[in-house]
């Protein structure tokens, strides 16, 4: 995407009455804001947020998604996540991507105390496959709290 905006908002619900093993939740927050400074600088803004309820195993809970931090690793009841992607156009199918972020992940409702507060900075290109559809190819290197993690994406990296 280049402009425009998406939100969203669900709730997952899983019952003993229909067959889990465990009454729990999941409700999902994420929205992706794209707005066009010029035919070549396209900034945009990623807010996204879980929270967990009920009883969840421990693969389910909510974690910090971003970058260049392991997946799972940063988990809570509650996550909260924003990221910005700076895409600059250089050449006619060519476009460089930075991008930075930052997200927390809240073990207790009672206590909004922060547990878990994680980071991501990167930088990336993106070519562009097919003209006609805006299908772009790219190649991210991010960085962690930890360590460094190299991403291939089709279409977007959101």
Do not use: C
């Not at 392991?70 to 250089?90: C, D």
């Amino acid at each position: 995407p280049t402009a425009g905006a998406i939100i969203h908002l669900s709730y997952d619900q899983n019952l003993q009455i229909l067959g889990s093993n465990r009454d729990w939740g999941t409700l999902n927050y994420f929205s992706h804001f794209y707005y066009p400074v010029n035919d070549y600088w396209i900034p945009s803004l990623r807010l996204a947020s879980q929270l967990s309820t009920g009883d969840p195993s421990f693969y389910a809970f909510p974690y910090v998604e971003l970058r260049g931090v392991p997946a799972l690793r940063y988990q809570g009841r509650l996550t909260i996540v924003a990221e910005t992607e700076q895409t600059i156009g250089f050449a006619k199918r060519w476009d460089a991507v930075a991008f930075t972020g930052i997200g927390a992940a809240f073990k207790s409702l009672e206590n909004l105390k922060n547990d878990d507060l994680v980071w991501n900075v990167g930088v990336g290109a993106r070519y562009l496959a097919s003209e006609s559809l805006g299908v772009k190819l790219g190649a991210d290197i991010a960085r962690g709290p930890e360590d460094y993690a190299f991403y291939i994406s089709i279409g977007s990296a959101w």
